[in-house]
């Protein structure tokens, strides 16, 4: 692996959702880490922080916002960049996403060009 | 279709908009005009090709025929499409052309292929963020394309779900948009900066007025070399000497018109050029297609 590699924690209940962001991420060079709710993303950022985070709201366990409240909280802002991709698509949801240090916010349904789009908007790509 | 249909077609498109197309895009036709037969009840593009009129050059022509145009141009659009052009706006011409004008002058930043007026409008959330430094200064954003369809959606500036996701960062979102149902409407402080106008670029551009800032991006690929020549000649007749010209990242001036110069390490980002009545004689626009020939 070279340094230059780029890390991503796809953090999604939906191994569908986690799959195709998978295969999107992957065309780009990414490596792709996996976590089902929020509470696995932590541990998973505890163990290795990746360089981005692409982050699902609804989840068991721990939801997006919660994880990302406990990242901020634990590891500083603006580090690493997380977007949000999720079905929630009221202002409400994305002021708080902004409020609480989220870089970006998708609406589900997403596809490659939103995805690659936003990755690029916030200098991933 | 027979190859007289296609002729008729093509020059249709050639005369209406100065989209040039060759016999290989004959499958774009089938495609495209498809709903324009329905519309029109016509059951194949020979029977569309025969009740065709022609039209003059650079003309809005109404009925079928702007169907057809209007079917067979491109409205892709995005919020701050490519970025760079709109970065260099906003920190390099932007500045610029206001340092070198007087403070009561009006700037007028034109987008001559607005589409469903994504351009425009993002243009339009560059200046109102720029307030301080306009100082109060009075704007004029136009928007011009040859779809009235476009047009008529740039004005409502009501966009999707995935409209909305492309280009646009979140913060804009939530600053000038506000959710409709499953769609977004743009600010109306926004909507009254722009004006959106239909205009064939093929046609007398005067009626725009000058202006110091022009954004004519991803519409010169389809046309042809001298309409090419011909649209940048007139769009240079509407800018001042010290105007900013914006092309597509596939678009160049280089070859084709000698009305602008490449700004060095900006692509896509041109100059106007006056040069002195003697010079220009010297050098009048065919001198620059024989030298690209050559």
């Known amino acids: ?125 | 279709m027979t190859p007289r249909s296609f002729t008729s077609i093509a020059a249709l498109l050639m005369a209406g908009s100065g989209l040039s197309i060759g016999p290989d895009k004959t499958y774009l036709l089938e495609n495209r005009l498809a709903p324009v037969m329905r519309k029109h009840h016509l059951d194949s593009l020979d029977a569309l090709a025969a009740k065709l009129r022609p039209v003059s050059f650079g003309s809005m022509p109404g009925g079928l025929e702007q169907d057809v145009i209007e079917a067979m141009t491109t409205n892709e659009s995005f919020f701050f499409r490519d970025d760079k052009p709109f970065t260099h706006f906003r920190t390099r011409a932007l500045p610029q052309l206001l340092a070198d004008r007087p403070a009561h002058a009006k700037l007028r930043i034109w987008s001559a292929a607005a589409s469903t007026g994504q351009e425009a409008y993002s243009l339009a959330m560059i200046l109102q963020e720029s307030a301080a430094m306009l100082a109060g200064r009075s704007v004029e954003i136009i928007g011009t394309d040859i779809s009235r369809e476009a047009l008529g959606r740039a004005r409502e500036g009501l966009y999707t779900q995935f409209e909305v996701q492309r280009g646009l960062p979140m913060q804009s979102l939530v600053k000038y948009f506000r959710k409709e149902g499953s769609q977004w409407r743009i600010a109306d402080s926004l909507r009254q900066m722009v004006q959106f106008r239909s205009l064939n670029l093929l046609a007398d551009l005067r009626s725009v007025g000058q202006c110091d800032a022009v954004f004519c991006r991803n519409v010169l690929i389809y046309f042809d070399q001298p309409t090419k020549s011909r649209v940048l000649a007139a769009i240079a007749r509407q800018m001042p000497s010290d105007g900013v010209l914006y092309l597509g990242g596939a678009e160049t001036v280089l070859g084709i018109t000698d009305a602008f110069t490449a700004q060095a390490h900006e692509r896509g980002v041109y100059e106007r050029v006056i040069l002195p009545p003697a010079q220009a004689a010297l050098c009048p626009p065919s001198f620059a297609g024989a030298a690209a020939r050559g």
């Open chain 1, 1 to 125: 692996m070279s340094d230059s590699t780029k890390t991503c924690l796809v953090v999604d209940d939906s191994r569908v959702v986690r799959k195709v962001a998978r295969r999107i991420l992957e065309t780009q060079g990414f490596i792709v880490r996996e976590a089902e709710d929020g509470q696995q993303a932590l541990l998973a950022c505890r163990a290795a922080m990746p360089d981005s985070v692409l982050l699902d709201w609804n989840m068991p366990v721990m939801n997006g916002l919660d994880f990302l409240k406990a990242l901020r909280s634990e590891f500083g802002p603006g580090q690493p960049p997380v977007m949000f991709c999720t079905t929630e698509n009221d202002i409400s949801f994305i002021e708080q996403a902004i409020e609480n240090g989220a870089q970006e916010f998708i609406m589900k349904p997403f596809d490659e060009e939103i995805l690659l789009g936003k990755f690029s908007q916030v200098g991933l790509l």
